[in-house]
């Protein structure tokens, strides 16, 4: 069998997302405009104007992040494929929706390019939105999955395989970029492939003619019935757990330092790996792509073979916490981490790697 033709592009990491969303069957955008993102709802906004996508429906930019979400949650209820884009601040606003989303048990897919914070912070690449995308930012008792890209490649073939993942388990999808990866700007191939399509009849509001009415609410005011519903879900997030997983591994087998890092981060490291295993140093990396569900068992794995880590992130240590929690309190865990829209260099995580004394070849 042939494989499917490929068009080859040279774009930003923003525009490669938003043709990504289209390919994969973007019905509607609803969002409010915020730097580092913009480039996404500037794309959509001129293919809306093409008419190239007939899927394409809506294009709206709301007055504020509280509309945009409160939005996505009515077109997400008729089964749509929906999207928000937007960067930090921006996804702090969201919180709220994204817990009544997640509630509803609505598929839909938010992306955040995150820059620094706290507050407004600034322009510049940062990773601060860890605990936010990962342990839930709103309220309650739920879960994103949340997808790490780290090439302008990724950030083009993602956006399908969040909305093939939205609609499987009917939950929020997060896309969690960085300013760097949304303005990075490399050649990107876009495979000719039909969108999954998933049966949503038996929930979707599509009007009731001829069925019985459907009920999507985050509201159960009898105790009893509300227990059942997020024992449900929680029951989902462990089936999720369980398939979902996804991580990359380089040179691990015989290292005695794993690096971790995700996003843009695992492209420095994996230079800094390259360069010093070219000097017989023992060192491997391992990248998560799902930051949740999160690569636990792998990391046990290779804990229990005796690698010590060091965890890099555009952060003051976060994703170092579910590192510490997956290898347990008697593995070295090392941290070296940049916040403030710096990046490490790949002779920063080299001079790290060196201060824990690796063997050499």
């Known amino acids: 069998m042939s494989s499917p033709a490929k068009e080859q592009r040279y774009l930003k990491g923003n525009e490669a997302l938003a043709y990504g969303a289209l390919d994969a069957g973007l019905n509607a955008y609803y969002a409010y405009p915020i730097t580092p993102s913009s480039e996404i709802p500037e794309t959509l906004a ?3 104007e093409t ?3 007939p899927g394409y429906k809506v294009f709206l930019q709301a007055a504020s992040e509280l509309e945009a979400i409160s939005m996505v949650l009515g077109a997400a209820a008729t089964g749509s494929r929906v999207m928000t884009a937007t960067s930090s601040p921006g996804f702090s606003l969201k919180q709220e929706g994204i817990s009544y989303g997640a ?6 897919l938010v992306v955040d390019i995150c ?3 706290p507050g ?8 601060g939105d860890y605990f936010q995308a990962t342990k839930g930012g709103g309220h309650g008792n739920y879960r994103l999955i949340v997808l790490a890209p780290n090439s302008v490649q990724e950030m083009a073939t993602f956006p399908k395989l969040a909305f093939d993942l939205a609609f499987r388990y009917r939950n929020p999808v997060l896309i969690l970029g960085d300013a760097f990866t949304g303005q990075l700007k490399e050649g990107v191939e876009f495979p000719q492939l039909e969108p999954a399509r998933f049966d949503v009849s038996s929930w979707a509001l599509t009007g009731a003619r001829d069925r019985p009415p459907h009920l999507l609410v985050s509201l159960e005011l009898d105790y009893a019935k509300h227990y059942k519903h997020v024992a449900a879900m929680y029951e989902k997030y462990k089936r999720i757990e369980e398939a979902e997983v996804r991580f990359e591994e380089f040179e691990t087998g015989d290292a005695e330092v794993v690096i971790v890092a995700f996003g843009i981060v695992a492209r420095i490291a994996r230079g800094a790996v390259n360069k010093l295993r070219a000097r017989g140093v023992k060192v491997g990396l391992l990248r998560p792509i799902t930051l949740w569900p999160f690569p636990s068992t792998a990391l046990k794995k290779l804990a229990a073979d005796g690698k010590r880590f060091l965890v890099v992130e555009l952060n003051t240590g976060q994703m170092l916490e579910d590192v510490r929690l997956a290898v347990g309190n008697d593995v070295a865990v090392d941290f070296l981490g940049r916040w403030g829209g710096l990046l490490p260099s790949e002779a920063d ?3 790290m790697v060196n201060r824990l004394e690796v063997t050499a070849a």
């Open 103 to 108: 509630g509803m048990e609505l598929p839909f």
């Open 46 to 48: 001129k293919e809306f």
């Open 51 to 53: 008419g190239k996508y």
């Open 349 to 351: 995580i080299e001079g």
């Open 120 to 127: 407004l912070g600034n322009l510049g690449p940062e990773q």
């Open 115 to 117: 820059r620094a914070g």
